[in-house]
Nanobody, 121 residues
Framework: QVQLAESGGGSVQAGGSLRLSCVAS?????MGWFRQAPGKEREGVAAISPGGGATTYTDSVKGRFTISRDNGKKTLYLQMNGLKPEDTATYYCAASTMIRLTLQVEEYKYWGQGTQVTVSS
């Protein structure tokens, strides 16, 4: 059972930046960041391959968010720049046992507790 713990959320004004971190209890393969706003379904934001060489993003964050990982520290990151009010949500990191890069929620088995990101206009 992989334990995941997110940190780095907070409140910022539009245009600001935040860096989310997710520490895993042990290194695991494909990982991703997801978010869920009140009244909305959880959606995939970004995902990364085990070695970090491949990434994918949902269209709404391309060019603003960057996913990365440090396997030596068992830590996943999400650098968020140019934040917008519509980015407000609870952000979750997740780990997959599948062998493919995907943003599909159902393909991720392990989840953190989430960290809140609030962007004001």
């Amino acid at each position: 059972q992989v334990q995941l713990a997110e940190s780095g959320g907070g409140s910022v004004q539009a245009g600001g930046s935040l860096r989310l971190s997710c520490v895993a209890s042990y290194s695991i393969g494909y990982m991703g960041w997801f978010r869920q706003a009140p009244g909305k379904e959880r959606e995939g934001v970004a995902a990364i391959s085990p070695g970090g060489g491949a990434t994918t993003y949902t269209d709404s964050v391309k060019g603003r968010f960057t996913i990365s990982r440090d396997n030596g520290k068992k830590t996943l990151y999400l650098q968020m720049n140019g934040l917008k009010p519509e980015d407000t949500a609870t952000y979750y990191c997740a780990a997959s046992t599948m062998i493919r890069l995907t943003l599909q929620v159902e393909e991720y088995k392990y989840w953190g507790q989430g960290t809140q990101v609030t962007v004001s206009s």
